[in-house]
Structure formats: structure tokens, C-alpha cells
């Protein structure tokens, strides 16, 4: 680079012509410099910018008024995203991930997705099915869907008896989640109910109305779910006056460990973020590739999250305003661009949490 913009000046070019050379254009490890063509050398000697001899870190460089500062905003909108360049660990089953990393593609990051929980069938499908048969044949007034893979789990064992969405017909159907929602409405069904503040069992109860003799022909809920789902949402609708039939859909189990590498990355600060939507997601993480470094930026959806990476000695930086995995990816993109705009402020350089030195300490954050 040096070389050709000392031709450039030797062809007649201004040393004070303004330059903007670009490396790794379109990757993560893009990053760009504004200088001119007496000064580029220097610039990025500086920033300890070394040729690449394979070829694998093309450079392009902008000469004239296009690449001045004033243009440089224009010219680096890519750089300029929230969390450009971070890796960040999700782990969620491939299913979940799909809409959540591309929220955070959006960002600029480089989403990873490690699967920390496996779904499985029930051990034993009797209690299921008789559910299911109950809900056809009128047994039901409510049924309740609180994850996205109870909605799988009934639609599967619909499918199964040549059923559709059509047998939902006179049943009220409530959801916790808006992905929880997104998937019923996927599959043909409306809900009746979606909790109005938050998206929990505990969110659910504040809005489920109590049983009422004369309005509710039925007094008994289908309530489909995990095998260690908490016993919150039956106790509460017992209180309200609910029979309520409690199946097990399916079993969560822990998933198998990532590669090698991963983990290595994990434990030793290779990823900038990481987003636990769960506790479950926490406590399996840790279980099967060990605990975060502790300059990873950790992300929770909510407080019991939160409270459970905690009790796992993690430090929590960034925390959903409301339990939604694309809120949480907001607040994250909100927490790297904070960051940018810190550092930019200081005359520091924008770099990755992962960047930092081993065993740098980090300040808790109060986003």
C-alpha cells in the first residue's frame, strides 16, 4: 500500500490527497483508515497493519474528495453497526436460533449456535394421547401452550391422527410468548390469550379468567408441557376454580457437548456475548462446555435467568426490558452501540469485549 501510493505521488498526485484504504472488506475483521497519501504508511504501520501473503486480507483504497472524512461515515456504515464483529454464543435448539440470529446478523454480529437442550418424547405417550383424544371429543374448555415446543409436540401428535387445526373449534386457546403465539398461528390457531404484561406463568394467571359455572359449559384445561415445567401455572389455575389435566408433551434433556474447539472458545474468552434465554439454557451451557470467560458480555431475558447465571458465578451486563428473545438481542445491540460511542468519546479504539486482555476485569453493567 505504501508502495503504490508513493507511485501515486510520483505520477503527480498531491501528498495531501485524501485516502481511505479498507482491509477484509465485507468480514468480520473489516476495519478501515483514513489518511492521505503521505501519511498512509505511517497510519497503518500504527495500527500494525501487516500484508497478507495468500492474498487472504484484500485491501481497497479510495484516492480523492470521495474518501475525505467528511465521507468516511458512508464509506464505514458497515463498521459502524452496533455490534460489528462479535461473536456471539446462542444457546438455543437450531429451530429456536434460526429468527433470533438473524435479528442479530442485523447487528452486525456473527451469531454461533450451540444447542444446549434436546427435545425428546414423552417416555410414556399414553397421558398424551388420551389428551389429545380428550380435546377432540369435548373434554376441554381451555388448553394452555407455554413454550413453542409444546405447540410442536400437540401438532405432531395431531398429524399422527390425521388431525388439523380444525379440531380447536369451541376450545379457548391461551399462549405464553410471542414465539409461543407465532407458532400456533403457524399451525392454523389464533390465541384467545396472550398474557397483557409478562410473558410467564406467572403473567398468564394475572390475566386467566376464574371458572364460572355459568358461562364455562366445561371446568377442566388440557395443560401440555415439559416434564420439569414448575408447578406455578397449576396451582394457580386450581385456586381459580380449574381442573386441570397436566401432560406431559415432551422431555427436555441435556444436549451433547459442542466441539473441542467451542468449548475452548467458550471458557477462554473467545466469544464477545453471549444470550441465555433461559435457565435451563444456563445451567446446560455450563454443564456441557463450562463456565463463560469472564470477559464475555452476559445477556439474560429476564431475572430468573439472570438470578440462575448468577448463582453459576456469572456476572449479568445486559438484561431484556421484557422476556423476549428479540428484545434481548435489542438490548445487547443497545449495549454494543453504548460501548462504541464510549470509546469513541474517550479517543479509544473500538474493539470486542473479546479483544481485551486475559483476566481484564469488567464492571458490572446497569443496562
Not at 64 to 70: D, T
Not at 128 to 155: D, H, P, Q
Not at 306 to 333: C, F, I, W
Request: glycine residues 8%.
Amino acid at each position: 500500500m505504501a508502495a503504490a501510493a508513493g507511485e501515486l505521488v510520483s505520477a503527480g498526485r498531491k501528498p495531501d490527497t485524501p485516502l481511505t484504504v479498507t482491509v477484509a472488506g465485507t468480514t468480520t475483521r473489516q476495519r478501515t483508515w483514513t489518511a492521505t497519501l503521505g501519511t498512509i504508511a505511517q497510519t497503518l504501520k500504527q495500527a500494525k497493519v501487516l500484508p497478507s501473503p495468500d492474498g487472504g486480507r484484500p485491501v481497497i483504497a479510495v484516492v480523492g474528495e470521495r474518501s475525505a472524512a467528511a465521507r468516511r461515515d458512508q464509506l464505514s456504515w458497515f463498521e459502524s453497526k452496533p455490534l460489528f464483529g462479535w461473536k456471539v454464543l446462542v444457546p438455543r435448539t437450531k429451530e429456536q436460533a434460526a429468527s433470533l440470529s438473524d435479528q442479530l446478523r442485523s447487528y452486525g454480529a456473527v451469531p454461533h449456535e450451540v444447542p444446549t437442550i434436546a427435545v425428546e418424547p414423552p417416555r410414556t405417550p399414553q397421558q398424551m394421547e388420551r389428551a389429545v383424544k380428550g380435546l377432540v371429543t369435548g373434554r376441554y374448555e381451555w388448553i394452555a401452550f407455554t413454550s413453542v415446543n409444546a405447540v410442536k409436540a400437540v401438532r405432531e401428535k395431531f398429524e399422527e391422527y390425521g388431525l388439523d387445526a380444525r379440531a380447536f373449534a369451541g376450545i379457548k386457546v391461551a399462549a405464553v410468548g410471542e414465539q409461543t403465539a407465532k407458532a400456533l398461528v403457524a399451525f392454523g390457531v389464533k390465541p384467545d390469550l396472550v398474557p397483557s404484561g409478562e410473558q410467564s406463568a406467572a403473567g398468564l394467571l394475572e390475566d386467566w379468567p376464574p371458572y364460572d359455572p355459568v358461562f364455562d359449559p366445561i371446568d377442566r384445561v388440557f395443560l401440555p408441557r415439559a416434564d420439569i415445567a414448575t408447578e406455578t401455572l397449576v396451582a394457580g389455575l386450581i385456586e381459580l376454580g380449574w381442573e386441570v389435566d397436566d401432560v406431559t408433551a415432551y422431555r427436555t434433556v441435556r444436549a451433547s457437548p459442542p466441539p473441542a474447539e467451542t468449548r475452548e472458545a467458550i471458557k477462554g474468552g473467545g466469544f464477545d456475548a453471549v444470550l441465555f434465554t433461559s435457565s435451563s439454557t444456563v445451567r446446560n451451557l455450563v454443564g456441557i462446555a463450562g463456565k463463560p470467560h469472564n470477559v464475555t458480555v452476559i445477556a439474560c431475558i429476564g431475572p430468573a435467568t439472570a438470578k440462575t447465571a448468577e448463582e453459576h458465578g456469572l456476572r449479568v451486563d445486559v438484561m431484556a426490558p421484557e422476556p423476549s428473545v428479540h428484545k434481548l438481542a435489542e438490548a445487547l445491540a443497545d449495549f454494543g452501540m453504548k460501548r462504541r460511542a464510549a470509546a469513541l468519546e474517550a479517543g479509544d479504539p473500538v474493539t470486542r469485549p473479546s479483544e481485551r486482555r486475559p483476566g481484564a476485569r469488567r464492571r458490572r453493567s446497569t443496562t
